[in-house]
């Protein structure tokens, strides 16, 4: 069984820095692309980046230049280092990793982690 375990968030003030973690364990075929999402209060959940396995990366225009996506392949583990933050990057942050199974690949949600920037 596939498990996601996050770590990093917390409170902050603007302009501060943060560093997510997600590492996931159970994972038997392997990990395509991974993500992170994130989801404010009475707001749909919004993606913010995600990298491939060769570590091609894409962010949302929101946080382009101020957050950074990375991830340890030997680990199964992936990092949003966040930079400048603002209040309005305030949300529950999850990251998704998509395992390849050879009948075609599936997805895995972490349980979230809590991002607060104060101003």
């Known amino acids: 069984q596939v498990q996601l375990v996050e770590s990093g968030g917390g409170l902050v003030q603007a302009g501060g820095s943060l560093r997510l973690s997600c590492a996931a364990s159970?994972?038997?075929?392997?990990?395509?692309?991974m993500a992170w999402y994130r989801q404010a209060p009475g707001k749909q959940r919004e993606w913010v980046a995600d990298i491939t396995r060769g570590g091609s990366t894409d962010y949302a225009d929101s946080v382009k230049a101020r957050f950074t996506i990375s991830r340890d392949n030997a680990k199964n583990t992936v990092y949003l280092q966040m930079n400048s933050l603002k209040p309005e990057d305030t949300a529950v942050y999850l990251c998704?990793?998509?395992?390849?199974?050879?009948?075609?690949?599936?997805?895995?949600w972490g349980q979230g982690t809590q991002v607060t920037v104060s101003s």
């Open positions: 159970g994972i038997i075929f392997g990990v395509n692309g």
């Open positions: 998704k990793v998509v395992e390849r199974w050879p009948t075609g690949d599936r997805n895995y």
